[in-house]
């Protein structure tokens, strides 16, 4: 059997501490809360909703020591350092401007905002601003994500050729919630698909070409997509991604002297396996950190704060650059499906 690369990651628990303020209490941010308070010592200091009730349940829920009822009041506090960003896509530019003209460092959720346009207002805000701003693509900073890079750096797979990944879900449908809803910057690319088409450009780059097929909801958004984007090489990313049934979220890569298959779900913590060109098992990685599922942004959360404190204004996994390239490929794409509200 193939040794493979540990993994180097230092431990979340280790990173310096930064007080978060957390901005648009629903889901997201009550994972992401419990994953930091769980597994760092990150600690989330401060909350904002539109609403003083939801701020207030919140910060009893999670042990929050300020609530604030808007969003504008969570910026100005000033002992919050980095605001993490966790309303619909179609707020995301608003409000990551607004933590950014507060001066605060910015996380904002998946992804970064709704079009490459609006994504491009947030980075040109932040670079003039000097503060750091990342798309929180927490696959990007997994144990098993820095294998794959370590195995892909030192040529373990030969020229790669084919890269595929599968994002989809099956929420019940309901308009006027926010993966359905194009207010709000609905649809599986925007929601579901970022990760995939964040997998292709992290193992081959930009792509130079995009082909995109897929169905609407009745609502105009995207319900499902696939998409193939092939670099000047004739590599090619095979993706999918939909509203309307669970896949199995696997991920490879595929190169002419081997293949990376990783487990379900990729994006997440799991684990992954090298094959030797002919297909024969070479190697076995298992996730081995308990950090499961969601907690596994604990990683993130760990990899900003030591970038934060490094003096950094992005993050060198995931360039802001990269982000915004991401998007530009997602609205290709909802604009060849005719999606609505990608312009
Ligand atoms: N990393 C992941 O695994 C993951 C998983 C799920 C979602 N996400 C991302 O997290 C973000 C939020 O998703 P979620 O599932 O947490 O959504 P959610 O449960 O609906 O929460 C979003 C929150 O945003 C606030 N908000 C502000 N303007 C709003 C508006 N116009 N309509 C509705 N809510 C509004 C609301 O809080 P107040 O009104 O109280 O302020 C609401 O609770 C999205 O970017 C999504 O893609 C990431």
Not at 196 to 209: C, D, I
Not at 219 to 243: F, I
């Amino acid at each position: 059997m193939t040794i493979l690369p540990e993994p180097r990651h230092p431990d979340p628990a280790d990173a310096p501490v930064l007080r978060w303020g957390v901005l648009g209490p629903g889901e997201i941010a009550r994972d992401f809360t419990n994953a930091l308070h769980r597994h760092t010592r990150q600690r989330v200091v401060a909350v904002g909703s539109r609403s003083e009730e939801r701020a207030a349940a919140f910060a009893a829920t999670h042990g929050v020591g300020r609530s604030y009822g808007s969003y504008e009041a969570l910026v100005g506090d000033p002992e919050v350092d980095v605001v993490y960003v966790a309303t619909p896509h179609s707020e995301h530019r608003e409000h990551a401007l607004l933590a950014i003209a507060a001066g605060k460092h910015v996380l904002v959720e998946k992804p970064l905002a709704a079009t490459a346009r609006e994504a491009r207002d947030i980075v040109d805000a932040a670079r003039a601003a000097g503060v750091f701003a990342m798309e929180a693509m927490w696959t990007r900073y997994l144990p098993q994500t820095d294998i794959v890079r370590q195995l892909l750096a030192d040529g373990s797979l030969g020229e790669v050729r084919v890269v595929t990944a599968d994002f989809g879900g099956h929420p019940p449908y309901d308009p006027s919630s926010r993966l359905w809803n194009p207010a709000l910057a609905g649809g599986a690319l925007l929601d579901l698909g970022v990760y995939v088409v964040s997998w292709a450009f992290f193992v081959l780059g930009e792509p130079a070409s995009v082909i995109a097929t897929g169905s609407l909801a009745p609502t105009g958004v995207d319900d499902q997509a696939a998409l193939v984007l092939s670099t000047e090489s004739g590599a090619q990313a095979l993706l999918s991604t939909t509203l309307r049934a669970g896949t199995p979220s696997l991920a490879s890569i595929s190169g002419a002297e081997g293949r990376i298959e990783l487990e379900s779900p990729f994006w997440g913590p799991s684990g992954l396996r090298l094959h030797t060109a002919d297909g024969a098992p070479a190697a076995v990685w298992r996730d081995p950190y308990g950090r499961p599922y969601r907690d596994g942004m604990s990683y993130e959360a760990a990899a900003l704060a030591r970038y934060v404190t490094d003096g950094l204004t992005e993050s060198p996994l995931h360039s802001l650059d990269e982000t915004v390239g991401t998007l530009a490929v997602i609205d290709e794409a909802r604009r060849r499906l005719g999606a609505a509200g990608v312009g």
